[in-house]
């Protein structure tokens, strides 16, 4: 039976973590972790946001379709405006401007209507489209390398240890009082716009970079980088094959959570709040530090095959309606452990292809081909949904999970020795 290397618990320790940080690695991380508090309260209502729609305010498959696709979509210029930030090292202003992009949906206290709520979790996710790219300049110049991984494992698993009880106090409230829902979207403007405002002050000092900045266009700067980082560009294609089976099937979960099982307000937060998080909770740290010890195409490509029984125990619970409750919290705990991993790839992994200096226009492209894939997976999956149903929906999205997972870690194996990195 195998067993952990010797000093493993210590190593990947909070108090490990903090021991041998300079003045800056020190202040940036303090930071970091209240960040990390602000956004989980901002996390509580989002995990929710599609089945406050879908249970709440009666929208249809549609709207909860577009709800899928505006957040993606928010942030399709990404690329653009982060290689501008880049070029020009107004890191600051970028990411004080996207805070207050953040503060309109307030304004849901006063009105219950689905086509509002969608323009302004639009603008709320618009933020991101900044906010993601510059945390990847803050690790790659504010953390050494070889702990920048554990330090934002950390930063996640914090995160994620009060978001838990944020998701089921929302679930709670909602039971109690569906109006709540006004004030929780007044706390997620003031806690989203408190976030990115502790990002700004973690932002000041970074350098001008090398990005595409200046140059006209969106379409011509991005291919001509994906064209001359081959392996940046395969990266990203098998990321898209993942992020179709990911997203195809947001449109169905609520109506499934709904229809098929009937579950309440707490119910849904325990699977998509709770189980869901415990994962990325217990095992952030870890797969901070193995991201950086294995190569992307071979970290990712194991999570992604283990993603794959996600979308399947979520099938069978529709074959087997009367396990069907338990059969999707099982989902969700799959979720929570492959999610640990994914989460951490997808915000680091594009540092290991960037050239210094474009650290945040590397995941400006990541982002923005993340949008691209936000305007047809969730057409897609609705597609499937309405015309074969939510099984279909569901089976197909674990073909592409598995088909994702055999792309990267093929490519792997066919990689020169001297490309890969020790495990």
């Not at 492959?338 to 915000?347: E, K, L, P, T």
């Amino acid at each position: 039976m195998p067993t952990l290397p010797p000093g493993f618990l210590r190593s990947v320790s909070p108090w490990h973590a903090m021991r041998g940080l300079g003045p800056v690695e020190r202040h940036t991380y303090r930071l970091h972790l209240l960040s990390s508090l602000a956004s989980a309260a901002v996390s509580g209502v989002m995990l929710n946001n599609e089945y406050i729609m879908a249970n709440g305010l009666r929208a249809t498959a549609w709207q909860i379709t577009l709800l899928m696709m505006i957040m993606p979509f928010s942030n399709l210029l990404s690329f653009l405006i982060n290689s501008m930030v880049e070029k020009r090292g107004c890191h600051v202003g970028a990411v004080i401007a996207a805070a207050f992009l953040r503060l309109p949906v307030a304004l849901m206290f006063f009105t219950d209507s689905a086509d509002v709520m969608l323009i302004l979790i639009g603008l709320f996710s618009a933020a991101d489209s900044v906010i993601v790219p510059v945390l990847n300049s803050i690790l790659r110049e504010k953390y050494g390398e070889g702990r920048r991984g554990l330090l934002f494992g950390w930063a996640v698993s914090l995160f994620t240890l009060f978001s838990l009880p944020a998701s089921v106090l929302v679930g709670h409230m909602l039971d109690a009082d569906f109006q709540a829902f006004r004030i929780l979207y007044v706390c997620m403007a003031l806690f989203g716009f408190a976030h990115a405002m502790i990002f700004a002050r973690m932002a000041r000092g970074l350098a001008k970079g090398g990005g595409e900045g200046g140059q006209p266009g969106l379409l011509g700067p991005l291919l001509r980088i994906l064209a001359a980082d081959r392996q940046f560009a395969l990266f990203e294609a098998f990321f898209m094959v993942y992020g179709f089976a990911f997203m195809m099937v947001l449109p169905a979960i609520p109506f499934f959570a709904r229809d098929v099982l009937g579950l309440r307000y707490e119910q849904y937060a325990m699977a998509k709040g709770v189980l869901a998080q415990i994962g990325i909770l217990l095992l952030s740290p870890f797969m901070g530090i193995r991201v950086e010890k294995l190569h992307p195409f071979r970290f990712t490509g194991l999570v992604c095959l283990l993603l794959a029984a996600y979308p399947l125990l979520i099938a069978m619970g529709g074959l087997f309606t009367s396990i069907g409750v338990q059969l999707f919290y099982s989902a969700f705990a799959v979720y929570s452990v492959a999610m640990a991993g994914i989460n951490v790839s997808w915000n680091l992994s594009s540092l290991h292809f960037a050239p210094e200096g474009q650290a945040a226009t590397y995941q400006g492209i990541h982002i923005t081909l993340t949008a691209v894939r936000g305007l047809i997976a969730p057409l897609m999956g609705n597609a499937i949904l309405q015309s074969c149903g939510m099984s279909s929906t569901f089976l197909v999205s674990a073909g592409l999970f598995t088909l994702a997972g055999l792309l990267f870690l093929r490519r792997f194996a066919l990689q020169e020795p001297r490309a890969r990195v020790p495990a």
